[in-house]
């Protein structure tokens, strides 16, 4: 595959003092200039700081008494714990934060009240080269996938990988890359527990990504109580006709799944074992490399946009223009994937009047309620998703963070809701109700069947996954010249008043289908930066 970076275009220096705020009601902006302003700065709009402001945090537009509440986003964001003058640092400290609106009486379709979005006009003409697979879904990537269904074998199965890329994926140049599917999983958890169908789905799911072209092959430990057949019964996978199967456990129990077993008595020695994933893999790869591209419309891109370590740009820039490109994917039929539950949380009443029936409004509900049950047994709320990055980043709180988070889904109707570790049913716009946690989320994207990956991060993280592209798109210029090979989108333009919220989203859209296409790799993949698959499992461990 020939491929050329993409580039972040150098930064546009700001001398003069620039603040931003998102909404007419709003009584705080935040200071856009890199590296914060000083006391005594006057801003625009005539007003003077009394304090530092740093990058990101928000100055008082007007004197807030105690009690009152501070508004972002046409919001309150907090309550003032005590009178904040004019022209002063609005920080976390204080403010109070409000508690989380209650799950009934939402605005729901069809409730005489609430006003539906209008349906976007469609986006005909764009097209991506896919892999093509025999289900109907389309890779943006041609990968071996090797499931395993316990951590024990995460060694073994690395060893053997290694081996195939050295020996074997030199014969097979059509094949992108091969993937030991490692996780912490299989064995040593209460596996009939409520919650363990989640991980248990999650893997199943996730091997059968459209990236890995139908082709599954499985190495299982033996004596795990996740049993090879009950992470891929029968029927839940594809099963190729010709070819041989090797260690395959057909004769045993009539199926047709390929399983290395490493107890298997016929392994004698390490590199039996070994030697036998290679065997196997060789099936697949041949059948792989016989794959070769072919146009495909830009519906059949299932794309899952998340965002991590955020900061305040990221509801200003980075994730508007996402929602922007969340439009376009949507009117071009494609699939596009939010979520991050304790991220859109507090928005709840903005999603449900976004719903395209009271049924996907219901579901919306009813995972936020699980939600708020999972977090009320470990004894917290939504609040405990902020981190010090965030808070240093100038987001005060949950609330804050999630008014800038929920912008990445644009303004199309929700058509559609999955529980974690469920495989995307539809096109257009769904919530996957998945934690935010930057890795469990693109693993339960992962398992939806995302072959295009949207990350939006303002603190900066490195981010990558083996299995899918992963786009990165900085909140802010400074962090895109510093991060210059890391970063593959800078939406800081639009906070430096250089690039629109359209332009940004319309950059994007036309990276993702040169991504998608193999045209260009995204500067994770250039450097093999791939984060481990994290399973969600509320269940317990034993
Ligand atoms: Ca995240």
């Not at 009539?254 to 016929?266: H, N, S, T």
């Not at 074992?273 to 060789?282: F, S």
């Not at 928005?347 to 996907?360: D, F, H, K, M, Y």
């Not at 303004?411 to 570790?421: D, K, L, N």
Request: proline letters at 6%; a negative charge.
């Amino acid at each position: 595959m020939t491929a050329s970076l993409s580039t972040v275009p150098a930064p546009v220096a700001i001398t003069s003092p620039l603040t931003i705020r998102m909404h007419d009601r709003d009584n705080v902006a935040i200071v856009a200039n890199d590296g914060g302003l000083p006391a005594g700065t006057v801003l625009a709009n005539g007003l003077t700081l009394r304090d530092r402001v740093p990058q990101g945090h928000k100055v008082a537009l007007v004197d807030v008494v105690a009690q009152a509440p501070v508004l972002r986003y046409g919001i309150p964001i907090g309550f003032a714990l005590q009178d904040i003058p004019a022209g002063s640092w609005v920080h976390e400290r204080l403010l109070q934060m409000p508690s989380a609106r209650g799950l009934d009486n939402l605005p729901m379709p069809g409730d005489g009240v609430t006003v539906q979005p209008d349906p976007l006009p469609a986006l005909e003409g764009y097209t991506f080269e896919g892999y093509r697979n025999a289900d109907g879904s389309v890779g943006t990537r041609n990968i071996l996938a090797i499931t395993q269904t316990v951590q024990c074998v995460a060694g073994v199965t690395d060893f053997a990988v290694q081996r195939i890329k050295a020996e074997l994926l030199p014969l097979y140049p059509h094949v992108d890359d091969v993937v030991a599917l490692a996780h912490g999983y299989g064995c040593g958890v209460a596996i009939d527990a409520p919650g363990a169908e989640i991980p248990i789905r999650t893997l199943r799911n996730i091997s059968l990504n459209p990236n890995f072209g139908g082709e599954v092959m499985v190495v299982s430990l033996g004596c795990e109580k996740l049993q090879p057949e009950r992470l891929l019964p029968p029927g839940s996978f594809p099963i190729h006709a010709e070819g041989s199967k090797i260690d395959s456990i057909s004769s045993a129990s009539g199926q047709d799944l390929d399983v290395v077993c490493l107890q298997d008595d016929a392994h004698v020695g390490f590199m039996a074992m070994v030697d036998a994933v290679l065997r196997q893999a060789t099936v697949h790869l041949e059948r792989l490399n016989a794959r070769s591209r072919v146009t495909c419309p830009a519906s059949e891109l299932v794309v899952g946009v998340q965002c991590g370590g955020s900061d305040a740009f990221s509801g200003v820039t980075a994730n508007p223009a996402v929602g922007f490109c969340t439009d376009l994917l949507v009117r071009a039929g494609a699939s596009v994937m939010f979520s991050e539950t304790t991220e859109v949380r507090d928005g709840i009443a903005q999603l449900t009047a976004r719903a395209s029936t009271p049924e996907v409004a219901q579901a919306m509900v009813r995972e936020m309620a699980w939600y708020d049950t999972y977090l009320e047994r470990g004894k917290v709320d939504r609040s405990a998703n902020t981190t010090p990055g965030n808070k240093k980043g100038g987001l005060s709180n949950i609330v804050e963070k999630a008014m800038g988070s929920i912008v990445k889904s644009g303004s199309a109707a929700i058509t559609g809701v999955i529980s974690p570790g469920e495989k995307l049913k539809q096109k257009g716009l769904t919530y996957a109700a998945t934690p935010a946690s930057d890795f469990i989320c693109g693993t339960l994207q992962l398992a939806a069947g995302m072959n295009l990956h949207v990350f939006t991060t303002g603190r900066g993280t490195p981010y990558g996954l083996a299995q899918v592209p992963v786009i990165k798109v900085a909140t802010r210029s400074d962090l895109a010249r510093r991060w210059h090979d890391l970063m593959d989108v800078n939406a800081g333009t639009i906070a430096d008043g250089t690039a629109s919220i359209e332009q940004v989203g319309w950059e994007l859209f036309h990276l993702m289908l040169e991504v998608a296409s193999g045209r260009k790799k995204t500067w994770a993949e250039h450097w093999k930066l791939h984060n481990a698959l994290v399973l969600f499992n509320p269940a317990p461990v034993t």
